[in-house]
Protein backbone atom coordinates (compact mmCIF):
# COMPACT_ATOMS: atom_id res chain seq x y z
CA UNK A 1 0.00 0.00 0.00
CA UNK A 2 1.30 3.17 -0.95
CA UNK A 3 1.19 6.14 2.28
CA UNK A 4 -1.38 9.17 1.47
CA UNK A 5 1.13 11.19 0.82
CA UNK A 6 3.31 9.49 -1.58
CA UNK A 7 -0.37 9.55 -3.47
CA UNK A 8 -0.62 13.05 -3.41
CA UNK A 9 2.59 13.87 -5.02
CA UNK A 10 2.16 10.80 -7.62
CA UNK A 11 -1.08 12.23 -8.58
CA UNK A 12 0.36 15.73 -9.26
CA UNK A 13 -0.86 16.24 -13.39
CA UNK A 14 2.46 15.04 -15.07
CA UNK A 15 3.97 17.77 -17.38
CA UNK A 16 4.88 16.95 -20.71
CA UNK A 17 7.89 14.38 -20.10
CA UNK A 18 11.50 16.25 -20.64
CA UNK A 19 14.67 15.25 -20.72
CA UNK A 20 16.03 17.60 -21.78
CA UNK A 21 19.47 18.21 -19.67
CA UNK A 22 20.73 19.75 -22.98
CA UNK A 23 17.54 21.15 -24.24
CA UNK A 24 19.82 23.72 -27.34
CA UNK A 25 22.91 21.78 -28.50
CA UNK A 26 21.70 21.10 -31.64
CA UNK A 27 18.65 23.57 -31.87
CA UNK A 28 20.62 26.69 -31.10
CA UNK A 29 23.05 27.44 -34.31
CA UNK A 30 19.79 27.09 -36.47
CA UNK A 31 17.97 29.16 -33.93
CA UNK A 32 20.91 31.92 -34.21
CA UNK A 33 20.48 31.66 -38.07
CA UNK A 34 16.86 32.09 -38.08
CA UNK A 35 17.11 35.18 -35.48
CA UNK A 36 19.65 36.76 -37.65
CA UNK A 37 17.95 36.15 -40.76
CA UNK A 38 14.32 37.30 -39.27
CA UNK A 39 16.36 40.85 -37.52
CA UNK A 40 17.76 41.68 -40.66
CA UNK A 41 14.50 41.51 -42.85
CA UNK A 42 12.75 43.12 -40.02
CA UNK A 43 15.05 45.94 -39.89
CA UNK A 44 16.02 46.04 -43.59
CA UNK A 45 11.69 46.24 -43.71
CA UNK A 46 11.48 49.09 -41.21
CA UNK A 47 13.66 50.88 -42.66
CA UNK A 48 12.56 51.51 -45.80
CA UNK A 49 8.82 51.95 -45.20
CA UNK A 50 9.48 53.21 -42.44
CA UNK A 51 10.97 55.86 -44.30
CA UNK A 52 8.59 56.14 -46.75
CA UNK A 53 5.91 56.87 -43.75
CA UNK A 54 7.80 59.69 -42.32
CA UNK A 55 8.42 61.24 -45.53
CA UNK A 56 4.10 61.27 -45.81
CA UNK A 57 3.92 62.52 -42.67
CA UNK A 58 1.96 59.14 -42.08
CA UNK A 59 2.93 58.75 -38.11
CA UNK A 60 1.04 55.85 -36.94
CA UNK A 61 2.39 53.85 -39.57
CA UNK A 62 6.20 55.34 -39.07
CA UNK A 63 5.44 54.33 -35.44
CA UNK A 64 4.75 50.55 -36.39
CA UNK A 65 7.71 49.92 -38.53
CA UNK A 66 9.84 51.69 -35.94
CA UNK A 67 8.75 48.96 -33.46
CA UNK A 68 9.29 46.13 -36.47
CA UNK A 69 12.89 47.89 -36.60
CA UNK A 70 13.34 47.44 -33.05
CA UNK A 71 11.88 43.85 -32.93
CA UNK A 72 14.80 43.45 -35.74
CA UNK A 73 17.55 44.37 -33.20
CA UNK A 74 16.25 42.71 -30.50
CA UNK A 75 16.37 39.92 -32.85
CA UNK A 76 20.06 39.90 -33.12
CA UNK A 77 20.48 41.26 -29.77
CA UNK A 78 19.02 37.57 -28.70
CA UNK A 79 21.42 35.48 -31.54
CA UNK A 80 24.30 36.53 -29.53
CA UNK A 81 23.17 36.31 -25.58
CA UNK A 82 21.57 32.91 -26.56
CA UNK A 83 18.65 34.04 -24.27
CA UNK A 84 16.37 31.22 -25.58
CA UNK A 85 13.38 32.59 -23.06
CA UNK A 86 12.25 35.75 -24.65
CA UNK A 87 12.08 33.94 -28.47
CA UNK A 88 7.94 33.36 -27.04
CA UNK A 89 7.75 37.24 -26.30
CA UNK A 90 9.48 38.57 -29.38
CA UNK A 91 6.87 35.76 -31.41
CA UNK A 92 4.06 37.21 -29.61
CA UNK A 93 5.15 40.83 -30.23
CA UNK A 94 5.24 40.17 -33.99
CA UNK A 95 1.66 38.94 -33.71
CA UNK A 96 0.51 41.89 -32.48
CA UNK A 97 2.35 43.87 -35.08
CA UNK A 98 1.16 41.82 -37.76
CA UNK A 99 -2.20 41.85 -36.49
CA UNK A 100 -1.77 45.79 -36.73
CA UNK A 101 -0.43 45.74 -39.99
CA UNK A 102 -3.40 43.40 -41.35
CA UNK A 103 -6.00 45.99 -39.62
CA UNK A 104 -4.64 48.74 -41.62
CA UNK A 105 -4.36 47.12 -45.17
CA UNK A 106 -7.79 46.48 -45.30
CA UNK A 107 -8.59 45.30 -48.85
CA UNK A 108 -10.11 48.43 -51.30
CA UNK A 109 -11.45 48.64 -54.69
CA UNK A 110 -7.59 49.32 -55.45
CA UNK A 111 -6.21 45.53 -54.30
CA UNK A 112 -6.65 43.22 -51.53
CA UNK A 113 -5.10 42.69 -48.15
CA UNK A 114 -1.72 41.57 -48.28
CA UNK A 115 0.09 42.40 -44.75
CA UNK A 116 -1.72 39.38 -43.11
CA UNK A 117 0.80 36.94 -45.45
CA UNK A 118 3.04 37.55 -42.73
CA UNK A 119 1.44 35.20 -40.49
CA UNK A 120 2.66 32.26 -42.80
CA UNK A 121 6.77 32.81 -42.01
CA UNK A 122 5.29 33.46 -38.21
CA UNK A 123 3.25 30.37 -38.67
CA UNK A 124 6.38 28.48 -39.75
CA UNK A 125 8.85 29.55 -37.90
CA UNK A 126 7.47 28.96 -34.47
CA UNK A 127 6.07 25.92 -36.08
CA UNK A 128 10.00 24.22 -36.15
CA UNK A 129 11.39 26.87 -33.43
CA UNK A 130 8.83 25.94 -30.45
CA UNK A 131 9.08 22.39 -31.53
CA UNK A 132 10.23 20.95 -28.01
CA UNK A 133 8.33 23.98 -25.92
CA UNK A 134 4.82 23.69 -23.78
CA UNK A 135 1.95 22.51 -25.94
CA UNK A 136 0.75 26.52 -26.42
CA UNK A 137 3.98 27.56 -28.40
CA UNK A 138 4.03 24.10 -29.97
CA UNK A 139 0.42 24.26 -31.23
CA UNK A 140 -1.54 26.75 -30.18
CA UNK A 141 0.38 30.26 -31.25
CA UNK A 142 1.53 28.46 -34.79
CA UNK A 143 -2.23 27.34 -35.40
CA UNK A 144 -3.36 31.22 -34.56
CA UNK A 145 -1.20 32.52 -36.85
CA UNK A 146 -2.19 29.92 -40.25
CA UNK A 147 -5.64 30.86 -39.13
CA UNK A 148 -5.24 34.45 -38.90
CA UNK A 149 -4.18 34.09 -42.55
CA UNK A 150 -7.41 32.49 -43.48
CA UNK A 151 -9.38 34.99 -41.58
CA UNK A 152 -7.98 37.72 -42.55
CA UNK A 153 -7.76 36.66 -46.29
CA UNK A 154 -11.60 36.33 -46.08
CA UNK A 155 -12.72 39.17 -44.00
CA UNK A 156 -12.68 43.11 -44.95
CA UNK A 157 -12.26 44.16 -41.34
CA UNK A 158 -9.81 46.58 -41.25
CA UNK A 159 -9.04 50.43 -39.63
CA UNK A 160 -11.47 52.98 -41.48
CA UNK A 161 -9.15 55.79 -41.17
CA UNK A 162 -5.71 54.45 -41.87
CA UNK A 163 -4.90 52.64 -45.23
CA UNK A 164 -1.09 50.91 -45.21
CA UNK A 165 -0.73 51.89 -48.83
CA UNK A 166 -1.73 55.17 -50.28
CA UNK A 167 -3.88 54.64 -53.71
CA UNK A 168 -0.60 55.50 -55.68
CA UNK A 169 1.90 53.12 -55.10
CA UNK A 170 -1.12 50.36 -53.74
CA UNK A 171 -0.13 48.06 -56.44
CA UNK A 172 3.43 48.04 -55.34
CA UNK A 173 3.03 47.87 -52.49
CA UNK A 174 1.01 44.97 -52.52
CA UNK A 175 3.37 43.02 -54.40
CA UNK A 176 6.23 44.02 -52.24
CA UNK A 177 4.51 42.56 -49.14
CA UNK A 178 3.78 39.61 -50.97
CA UNK A 179 7.26 39.11 -52.04
CA UNK A 180 8.64 39.32 -48.85
CA UNK A 181 6.55 37.30 -47.03
CA UNK A 182 7.14 34.85 -49.02
CA UNK A 183 10.56 35.36 -49.34
CA UNK A 184 10.98 35.17 -45.67
CA UNK A 185 8.72 31.45 -45.96
CA UNK A 186 10.91 30.13 -47.53
CA UNK A 187 14.57 31.08 -45.29
CA UNK A 188 12.66 30.04 -42.50
CA UNK A 189 11.72 26.66 -44.73
CA UNK A 190 15.24 27.05 -45.86
CA UNK A 191 17.27 26.76 -42.32
CA UNK A 192 15.36 23.94 -40.83
CA UNK A 193 15.75 21.90 -44.07
CA UNK A 194 19.56 22.14 -43.26
CA UNK A 195 18.66 21.35 -39.14
CA UNK A 196 16.92 17.92 -40.39
CA UNK A 197 19.37 16.84 -42.56
CA UNK A 198 22.19 17.71 -40.14
CA UNK A 199 20.05 15.43 -37.69
CA UNK A 200 19.21 13.01 -40.09
CA UNK A 201 22.98 12.42 -40.90
CA UNK A 202 23.63 12.43 -36.82
CA UNK A 203 20.75 9.45 -36.31
CA UNK A 204 22.76 7.61 -38.98
CA UNK A 205 25.66 8.09 -37.41
CA UNK A 206 25.04 7.24 -34.33
CA UNK A 207 23.17 4.27 -34.96
CA UNK A 208 26.25 3.01 -37.13
CA UNK A 209 28.45 3.97 -34.25
CA UNK A 210 26.20 1.81 -31.69
CA UNK A 211 26.33 -1.11 -34.05
CA UNK A 212 30.07 -0.46 -34.76
CA UNK A 213 31.05 0.12 -31.37
CA UNK A 214 32.59 3.61 -31.45
CA UNK A 215 31.18 4.31 -28.35
CA UNK A 216 33.23 3.71 -24.95
CA UNK A 217 32.71 4.19 -21.32
CA UNK A 218 35.27 7.10 -19.77
CA UNK A 219 35.15 7.17 -15.49
CA UNK A 220 36.04 10.33 -12.77
CA UNK A 221 37.01 8.94 -9.92
CA UNK A 222 35.00 9.85 -6.70
CA UNK A 223 36.76 9.89 -3.22
CA UNK A 224 35.49 9.91 0.26
CA UNK A 225 36.25 12.98 2.91
CA UNK A 226 39.67 10.82 3.65
CA UNK A 227 40.48 11.50 -0.10
CA UNK A 228 40.58 7.81 -0.70
CA UNK A 229 39.30 6.12 -4.20
CA UNK A 230 35.63 4.65 -3.42
CA UNK A 231 34.44 4.35 -6.73
CA UNK A 232 33.53 6.20 -10.42
CA UNK A 233 30.93 7.68 -12.43
CA UNK A 234 31.05 6.31 -16.35
CA UNK A 235 31.03 8.92 -19.02
CA UNK A 236 29.88 7.70 -22.00
CA UNK A 237 32.00 9.53 -24.92
CA UNK A 238 31.50 8.94 -28.77
CA UNK A 239 34.76 8.57 -30.68
CA UNK A 240 33.07 10.07 -34.32
CA UNK A 241 35.42 9.05 -37.43
CA UNK A 242 36.26 12.50 -38.84
CA UNK A 243 35.05 14.55 -35.75
CA UNK A 244 36.98 13.10 -32.54
CA UNK A 245 35.80 12.52 -29.58
CA UNK A 246 32.24 13.52 -28.67
CA UNK A 247 30.86 14.53 -25.46
CA UNK A 248 27.68 13.00 -24.56
CA UNK A 249 25.80 16.55 -25.33
CA UNK A 250 26.31 16.01 -28.49
CA UNK A 251 24.74 12.53 -28.97
CA UNK A 252 22.89 12.05 -25.92
CA UNK A 253 19.55 14.20 -26.89
CA UNK A 254 19.75 12.31 -30.45
CA UNK A 255 19.67 9.05 -28.63
CA UNK A 256 16.77 10.07 -26.77
CA UNK A 257 14.85 10.99 -29.68
CA UNK A 258 15.93 8.07 -31.56
CA UNK A 259 15.16 5.48 -28.86
CA UNK A 260 18.40 4.51 -29.78
CA UNK A 261 19.57 5.72 -25.63
CA UNK A 262 18.08 2.13 -24.51
CA UNK A 263 20.45 0.06 -26.69
CA UNK A 264 23.34 2.49 -25.44
CA UNK A 265 22.61 2.53 -21.59
CA UNK A 266 22.32 -1.59 -21.38
CA UNK A 267 25.37 -1.61 -23.11
CA UNK A 268 26.62 0.84 -20.72
CA UNK A 269 25.12 -1.06 -17.72
CA UNK A 270 26.73 -4.45 -19.21
CA UNK A 271 30.26 -3.10 -19.31
CA UNK A 272 30.35 -1.33 -15.64
CA UNK A 273 29.01 -4.62 -14.00
CA UNK A 274 31.74 -6.56 -15.76
CA UNK A 275 34.14 -4.13 -14.68
CA UNK A 276 32.81 -4.32 -10.75
CA UNK A 277 32.86 -8.08 -11.00
CA UNK A 278 36.54 -7.73 -12.17
CA UNK A 279 36.95 -5.32 -9.49
CA UNK A 280 35.28 -7.35 -6.69
CA UNK A 281 38.73 -9.51 -7.46
CA UNK A 282 41.16 -6.78 -6.21
CA UNK A 283 42.38 -6.18 -3.46
CA UNK A 284 41.54 -2.49 -2.75
CA UNK A 285 39.33 -2.25 -5.28
CA UNK A 286 37.05 -4.41 -4.04
CA UNK A 287 34.83 -1.92 -3.20
CA UNK A 288 34.48 0.55 -5.39
CA UNK A 289 31.31 1.41 -6.54
CA UNK A 290 30.14 2.54 -9.91
CA UNK A 291 27.68 5.19 -11.01
CA UNK A 292 26.08 4.81 -13.78
CA UNK A 293 23.66 7.33 -15.44
CA UNK A 294 20.33 6.68 -16.90
CA UNK A 295 18.16 8.27 -19.31
CA UNK A 296 14.22 8.84 -17.81
CA UNK A 297 13.60 7.08 -21.40
CA UNK A 298 15.04 3.73 -19.64
CA UNK A 299 13.52 4.43 -16.36
CA UNK A 300 9.90 4.83 -18.09
CA UNK A 301 10.93 1.84 -20.41
CA UNK A 302 8.72 -1.53 -19.01
CA UNK A 303 11.62 -3.72 -19.72
CA UNK A 304 14.24 -2.39 -17.51
CA UNK A 305 14.03 -3.66 -14.26
CA UNK A 306 14.26 -7.10 -15.94
CA UNK A 307 17.30 -6.21 -18.11
CA UNK A 308 19.12 -4.64 -14.95
CA UNK A 309 18.58 -7.81 -13.17
CA UNK A 310 19.29 -9.92 -15.84
CA UNK A 311 22.93 -7.85 -16.47
CA UNK A 312 23.53 -8.45 -12.47
CA UNK A 313 22.65 -11.77 -12.57
CA UNK A 314 24.89 -12.73 -15.79
CA UNK A 315 27.78 -10.87 -14.26
CA UNK A 316 27.61 -12.29 -11.19
CA UNK A 317 28.03 -8.02 -9.94
CA UNK A 318 26.95 -7.24 -6.48
CA UNK A 319 24.36 -5.16 -6.91
CA UNK A 320 25.17 -2.71 -3.81
CA UNK A 321 28.02 -1.49 -6.11
CA UNK A 322 25.74 -0.04 -8.76
CA UNK A 323 24.88 3.46 -8.14
CA UNK A 324 22.19 4.14 -10.88
CA UNK A 325 21.88 8.11 -11.15
CA UNK A 326 18.37 9.77 -12.21
CA UNK A 327 18.27 13.62 -13.04
CA UNK A 328 14.93 15.05 -11.43
CA UNK A 329 13.68 15.79 -15.00
CA UNK A 330 12.79 12.23 -14.83
CA UNK A 331 10.00 13.04 -11.86
CA UNK A 332 8.02 15.08 -14.69
CA UNK A 333 7.23 11.81 -16.10
CA UNK A 334 5.04 8.98 -14.81
CA UNK A 335 5.99 9.48 -11.34
CA UNK A 336 3.60 6.56 -9.68
CA UNK A 337 5.81 3.74 -12.78
CA UNK A 338 9.30 5.54 -11.92
CA UNK A 339 8.82 5.04 -8.27
CA UNK A 340 8.09 1.41 -8.48
CA UNK A 341 10.73 0.65 -11.18
CA UNK A 342 12.90 2.53 -8.43
CA UNK A 343 11.78 0.00 -5.74
CA UNK A 344 11.71 -2.78 -7.79
CA UNK A 345 15.84 -2.77 -8.07
CA UNK A 346 16.35 -1.24 -4.91
CA UNK A 347 14.82 -4.39 -3.52
CA UNK A 348 17.66 -6.22 -5.42
CA UNK A 349 20.67 -3.95 -3.95
CA UNK A 350 20.90 -1.38 -6.54
CA UNK A 351 21.49 2.10 -5.10
CA UNK A 352 19.49 5.41 -6.43
CA UNK A 353 21.34 8.82 -7.01
CA UNK A 354 19.55 12.05 -8.02
CA UNK A 355 22.21 13.91 -10.13
CA UNK A 356 22.26 17.37 -10.48
CA UNK A 357 20.26 18.49 -7.58
CA UNK A 358 18.99 21.67 -7.68
CA UNK A 359 18.35 22.17 -10.87
CA UNK A 360 15.17 20.82 -11.10
CA UNK A 361 12.20 20.57 -9.08
CA UNK A 362 12.09 18.31 -6.26
CA UNK A 363 9.98 18.97 -3.77
CA UNK A 364 10.94 17.81 -0.36
CA UNK A 365 7.44 15.65 -0.11
CA UNK A 366 9.15 13.78 -3.51
CA UNK A 367 12.17 13.57 -1.71
CA UNK A 368 11.08 11.99 1.58
CA UNK A 369 9.04 9.47 -0.48
CA UNK A 370 11.84 8.52 -3.45
CA UNK A 371 13.97 5.74 -2.39
CA UNK A 372 17.23 7.19 -2.60
CA UNK A 373 20.50 6.99 -1.57
CA UNK A 374 22.25 9.89 -2.80
CA UNK A 375 21.89 13.20 -3.37
CA UNK A 376 24.55 14.69 -6.21
CA UNK A 377 24.97 18.51 -5.43
CA UNK A 378 24.82 19.96 -8.79
CA UNK A 379 27.97 21.87 -10.10
CA UNK A 380 26.95 25.41 -10.01
CA UNK A 381 26.49 25.24 -6.53
CA UNK A 382 29.97 24.67 -6.21
CA UNK A 383 31.11 26.83 -8.74
CA UNK A 384 32.51 29.99 -6.83
CA UNK A 385 31.38 28.25 -3.31
CA UNK A 386 34.46 29.82 -1.97
CA UNK A 387 33.46 33.64 -2.02
CA UNK A 388 29.65 32.64 -1.76
CA UNK A 389 28.02 33.09 1.48
CA UNK A 390 24.81 32.15 0.58
CA UNK A 391 25.92 29.26 -1.55
CA UNK A 392 27.45 28.28 1.45
CA UNK A 393 24.66 28.10 3.65
CA UNK A 394 22.52 27.13 0.59
CA UNK A 395 25.17 23.83 0.59
CA UNK A 396 24.88 23.39 4.20
CA UNK A 397 20.76 23.50 4.23
CA UNK A 398 20.94 20.59 1.20
CA UNK A 399 23.85 18.27 3.37
CA UNK A 400 21.40 18.97 6.72
CA UNK A 401 18.05 18.43 4.66
CA UNK A 402 20.02 14.94 3.34
CA UNK A 403 20.84 13.80 6.58
CA UNK A 404 17.50 13.80 8.29
CA UNK A 405 16.31 11.81 5.06
CA UNK A 406 19.51 9.79 5.53
CA UNK A 407 20.65 10.04 2.12
CA UNK A 408 24.18 10.37 1.17
CA UNK A 409 25.70 13.54 -0.67
CA UNK A 410 28.36 14.15 -2.76
CA UNK A 411 29.64 17.18 -4.13
CA UNK A 412 29.98 16.88 -8.30
CA UNK A 413 32.30 19.77 -10.01
CA UNK A 414 35.22 20.06 -7.24
CA UNK A 415 37.94 22.19 -9.30
CA UNK A 416 39.65 23.66 -6.05
CA UNK A 417 41.01 22.45 -2.94
CA UNK A 418 39.74 25.43 -1.41
CA UNK A 419 35.66 23.93 -2.51
CA UNK A 420 36.73 20.66 -1.69
CA UNK A 421 37.86 21.62 2.08
CA UNK A 422 35.05 23.87 2.16
CA UNK A 423 32.94 20.79 1.63
CA UNK A 424 34.18 18.26 3.82
CA UNK A 425 33.91 20.90 6.29
CA UNK A 426 30.34 21.30 5.80
CA UNK A 427 29.75 17.57 6.08
CA UNK A 428 29.62 16.28 2.39
CA UNK A 429 30.36 12.77 2.43
CA UNK A 430 31.88 12.44 -1.26
CA UNK A 431 33.45 14.04 -3.91
CA UNK A 432 33.74 13.96 -7.94
CA UNK A 433 35.54 16.69 -9.82
CA UNK A 434 38.76 18.21 -11.86
CA UNK A 435 40.44 18.73 -9.05
CA UNK A 436 40.33 14.55 -8.15
CA UNK A 437 40.52 13.62 -11.93
CA UNK A 438 39.09 13.96 -15.01
CA UNK A 439 37.33 11.63 -17.12
CA UNK A 440 39.54 8.95 -18.91
CA UNK A 441 39.32 6.38 -20.47
CA UNK A 442 37.87 2.89 -18.37
CA UNK A 443 41.50 0.78 -19.07
CA UNK A 444 43.31 3.55 -17.66
CA UNK A 445 41.55 4.30 -14.42
CA UNK A 446 43.04 0.89 -13.57
CA UNK A 447 46.07 2.18 -13.84
CA UNK A 448 45.90 5.30 -12.64
CA UNK A 449 44.30 4.82 -9.65
CA UNK A 450 44.16 1.24 -8.78
CA UNK A 451 47.90 1.27 -7.46
CA UNK A 452 47.47 3.92 -4.38
CA UNK A 453 43.58 3.42 -4.11
CA UNK A 454 43.93 7.45 -3.37
CA UNK A 455 43.07 10.24 -5.36
CA UNK A 456 45.96 12.09 -7.15
CA UNK A 457 44.38 15.53 -5.28
CA UNK A 458 46.27 17.23 -8.43
CA UNK A 459 43.84 17.36 -11.70
CA UNK A 460 45.00 14.30 -14.26
CA UNK A 461 45.76 15.69 -17.55
CA UNK A 462 42.80 16.21 -19.73
P1 LIG B 1 26.61 14.27 -15.18
O1 LIG B 1 26.07 12.91 -14.93
O2 LIG B 1 26.20 15.37 -14.29
O3 LIG B 1 28.18 14.11 -15.25
C1 LIG B 1 29.08 15.04 -14.76
C2 LIG B 1 29.61 15.91 -15.87
O4 LIG B 1 30.39 16.95 -15.27
C3 LIG B 1 30.56 15.18 -16.80
O5 LIG B 1 30.42 15.77 -18.07
C4 LIG B 1 31.93 15.52 -16.22
O6 LIG B 1 32.95 15.45 -17.18
C5 LIG B 1 31.69 16.94 -15.79
N1 LIG B 1 32.59 17.29 -14.70
C6 LIG B 1 33.05 16.51 -13.72
N2 LIG B 1 33.84 17.17 -12.87
C7 LIG B 1 33.88 18.46 -13.31
C8 LIG B 1 34.52 19.64 -12.86
O7 LIG B 1 35.24 19.67 -11.87
N3 LIG B 1 34.30 20.79 -13.57
C9 LIG B 1 33.51 20.80 -14.68
N4 LIG B 1 33.35 21.94 -15.32
N5 LIG B 1 32.89 19.68 -15.15
C10 LIG B 1 33.07 18.53 -14.47
P2 LIG B 1 30.22 14.86 -19.36
O8 LIG B 1 31.08 13.67 -19.31
O9 LIG B 1 30.31 15.78 -20.53
O10 LIG B 1 28.73 14.36 -19.22
C11 LIG B 1 27.69 15.23 -19.31
C12 LIG B 1 26.41 14.53 -19.03
O11 LIG B 1 26.11 13.55 -20.01
C13 LIG B 1 26.40 13.78 -17.71
O12 LIG B 1 26.23 14.70 -16.68
C14 LIG B 1 25.22 12.84 -17.92
O13 LIG B 1 24.00 13.45 -17.62
C15 LIG B 1 25.27 12.59 -19.43
N6 LIG B 1 25.81 11.27 -19.66
C16 LIG B 1 27.11 10.88 -19.67
N7 LIG B 1 27.21 9.55 -19.87
C17 LIG B 1 25.94 9.09 -19.95
C18 LIG B 1 25.35 7.76 -20.14
O14 LIG B 1 26.01 6.73 -20.22
N8 LIG B 1 23.98 7.71 -20.18
C19 LIG B 1 23.19 8.81 -20.05
N9 LIG B 1 21.86 8.66 -20.10
N10 LIG B 1 23.70 10.04 -19.86
C20 LIG B 1 25.06 10.18 -19.82
MG1 LIG C 1 25.82 11.83 -13.46
MG1 LIG D 1 25.69 15.78 -12.59
Known amino acids: ME ?40 IVHGLAWGAYYATNAMSLLTALLFAVVLVGVACLYLSVRQKQFSLGALAHLLMLITITASLADAPTAAGPRSAHLFFIPLGVASLLLFRYSNLYLRWLFPTTCFLSVAFFANSIIGFTEITLFPQEISALGHILNSAMAMALTIGVLAIFRDDLKSKVELHTALARAVARNELCTYMQPQVSVEGRIIGAEVLLRWNRPGYGMQSPAEFIPVAEETGLIHDM ?48 EASDTPANRLCLEITESVFSGDLKSIVSTMEALRQQGVLWSLDDFGTGFSSLSLLRELPLDELKIDRSFIHGIEHDN ?73
Not at 18 to 34: A, G, H, I, M, N
Not at 410 to 423: D, H, P, R, S, V
Not at 428 to 442: D, K
Request: aromatic share 10%; proline share 6%; with cysteine.
Open 3 to 42: PANVKSVLSQPSKRWVTKKFPDSLQWPRTQLLLRFSGLAC
Open 265 to 312: GLRVLEESCRLLKYWSGLEGASQWKLSVNVSPLQLTSPTFVEEVRKIL
Open 390 to 462: RKKQLIRKIIEIAEILDISTTAEGIETQQQYKCLEAMGCHAFQGFFFGRPIAAAEFMDTYAASHKASRHPTKP
